[in-house]
C-alpha cells in the first residue's frame, strides 16, 4: 500500500543484518517513505563485524543503529528447548534460522516499542519463510502494528538487480554477481542458499565452508567429548560446567574442527515451494546426538514415543513461524515435563565428519543389567513372556480364523 492512504510512517525500525537486502532496504526505505529509519541489528553469535555494520548503517542513510546483544537469550530461551523436543524439521534441519527470526522479532519489537517508531520493516523476500516468523513475531507483541516488507513491495525483481543498486549508490556488500548466494549465521549454524546453490544437482564448493573443516582434511585422530545434562539441558562438557553461549560456542569448534554437521537438504518452504538449503551446525549436531543418548536411558518408553511422535509438528510450527502461538507453548510444557528425568552424561566420538554414541550413563538410569542380562537372573520369569505373546497375538488369530 503506498504512502497516503494510511497514516505516513515517521519513524521505522528495520531489522537490519548488513547483508544485501537489508542494506538496500535503508536507502529504499527513507526515500520511498521519507522518514527516519533506525537499524536494528540482533547480536545472536554471527560472529560479524557489528560495528562496521552499524558505520555502513548509518552511512546508508539510517538515523540510528541499535546493536542488542540476543546471544544468552537465543541459546537459552530459542535452542535449548527446541533441543530438549528433539526438533529436526524433516528429519535433518535443525532449525537455525527459523528459531533466530522470533528471537530477532522480540527484540524488534521492544527497540520499536521503546523508540516510539510507527513501524517495522524486514528485508526477507516474498518468496521465502523469514517474512512469516517476522511478521508472526511482530504481531504477536504489537497485534496493530505496520509492517513494511519492502521485497512485495519495489521494483527490484532479483538479487543480481540489488547488487546493481548497490554498485550504483556505493553501498558495500558481500555478495557478488559472481557468488549472490545468501548466507545467515548464527551461534547454532550457518546456512546458505540462493545463487548457484539453486540447481539441486550441483554439489557445493568445498570453498563455501565457513564453519567446518572438509572431513578429509580433519584430524586423523578421533576426538571424545563428554556432555553432561541436566533436566534437557547441556550443562557442561568434558566435566568442566559452561553457560549456554560459550557451551554452544566451544562444541562449534570442536564439532568443525571435525568437519561434523553439513546437511544438504532440499525442504519444503511454508509458502508452498521446494527450496535446497545447506546447513553446518556442528554444536548443534553434537548436542542432538548427545541429548538422545541420555534420553535413551532416562525416559519412559511410552512418553519417548509420544514426544517423537509430535516431532515434526512441533519442528513444522517452529519452520513456519508459530513460536509464539499457544500449540507450540502447549507441546514445549508437555516436552518439559518428560524432561525432568534426563539428567546424565553422553560420550561422543567425533571422526572424519561422523559422530557415533561411545558411551552413556545417568544417576537415575531406567536401564537394568540385571533385568536385561542373559546370564542367570532373579528378577524375571520367562516363562511370562508366553502369556504376553498370546494376548498380543489375539486380535491377528481372529482376524485369520475369519475364514
Not at 556505493?170 to 554477481?177: H, N, Q, R, V
Not at 546456512?191 to 539453486?198: A, I, R, T
Not at 553457560?243 to 519444503?268: F, Q, T
Not at 540385571?370 to 502369556?387: M, R
Request: hydrophobic content about 40%; overall charge neutral.
Amino acid at each position: 500500500m503506498v504512502q497516503g492512504t494510511e497514516r505516513p510512517i515517521k519513524k521505522l525500525v528495520l531489522a537490519y543484518s548488513g547483508g544485501l537486502d537489508t542494506s538496500v532496504a535503508i536507502r529504499w526505505l527513507a526515500e520511498k517513505y521519507r522518514c527516519e529509519v533506525i537499524a536494528y541489528c540482533a547480536d545472536i553469535g554471527q560472529e560479524e563485524d557489528l560495528d562496521g555494520a552499524k558505520k555502513k548503517a548509518l552511512a546508508t542513510g539510517a538515523s540510528k543503529t541499535i546493536v542488542d546483544d540476543l546471544r544468552e537469550t537465543f541459546v537459552a530461551d530459542y535452542v535449548f528447548p527446541a533441543l530438549r523436543a528433539a526438533a529436526l524439521y524433516e528429519g535433518e534441519y535443525l532449525l537455525g534460522t527459523s528459531l533466530a527470526r522470533p528471537c530477532i522479532a522480540r527484540g524488534m519489537m521492544a527497540v520499536a516499542r521503546a523508540e516510539g517508531a510507527d513501524a517495522v520493516a524486514h528485508g526477507s523476500t516474498g518468496k521465502g519463510n523469514d517474512q512469516v516468523r517476522f511478521e508472526l513475531g511482530a504481531y504477536h507483541f504489537q497485534p496493530g502494528v505496520r509492517i513494511v516488507a519492502p521485497w512485495r513491495e519495489w521494483e527490484f525483481k532479483s538479487r543480481s538487480q540489488l547488487i546493481a543498486y548497490t554498485r550504483e549508490h556505493k553501498i558495500p556488500i558481500e555478495a557478488t554477481l559472481e557468488k549472490p548466494y545468501s548466507v545467515d549465521r548464527n551461534l547454532l549454524h550457518t546456512s546458505y542458499e540462493g545463487g548457484v546453490l539453486e540447481d539441486p544437482w550441483k554439489e557445493p564448493d568445498p570453498a563455501m565452508f565457513q564453519r567446518t573443516r572438509d572431513p578429509r582434511e580433519a584430524p586423523d585422530q578421533p576426538r571424545y567429548v563428554e556432555i553432561d545434562f541436566e533436566e534437557g539441558n547441556p550443562v557442561a562438557v568434558d566435566g568442566k560446567r559452561m553457560a549456554p553461549v560459550g557451551l554452544l560456542a566451544h562444541l562449534n569448534a570442536v564439532g568443525g574442527e571435525h568437519g561434523i554437521g553439513r546437511v544438504d537438504l532440499v525442504e519444503n518452504r511454508f509458502v508452498g515451494m521446494k527450496s535446497r538449503g545447506v546447513y553446518e551446525t556442528p554444536g548443534g549436531t553434537i548436542l542432538h546426538k548427545a541429548h538422545r543418548a541420555v534420553e535413551s536411558l532416562t525416559l519412559d518408553r511410552e512418553v519417548m514415543r509420544l514426544r517423537d511422535d509430535l516431532i515434526p509438528r512441533y519442528a513444522a510450527l517452529v519452520y513456519n513461524g508459530f513460536w509464539f502461538s499457544p500449540e507450540r507453548e502447549s507441546l514445549q510444557v508437555m516436552i518439559d515435563q518428560g524432561q525432568k528425568e534426563v539428567t546424565g552424561t553422553a560420550r561422543i566420538k567425533l571422526y572424519k565428519g561422523l559422530l557415533t554414541v561411545a558411551g552413556r550413563k545417568a544417576p537415575r538410569s531406567l536401564y537394568r543389567a540385571d533385568v536385561v542380562t542373559f546370564e542367570e537372573d532373579t528378577v524375571y520369569d520367562q516363562k511370562d513372556a508366553g502369556g504376553f505373546i498370546k494376548l498380543n497375538a489375539l486380535r491377528l488369530r481372529i482376524r485369520q480364523a475369519r475364514g
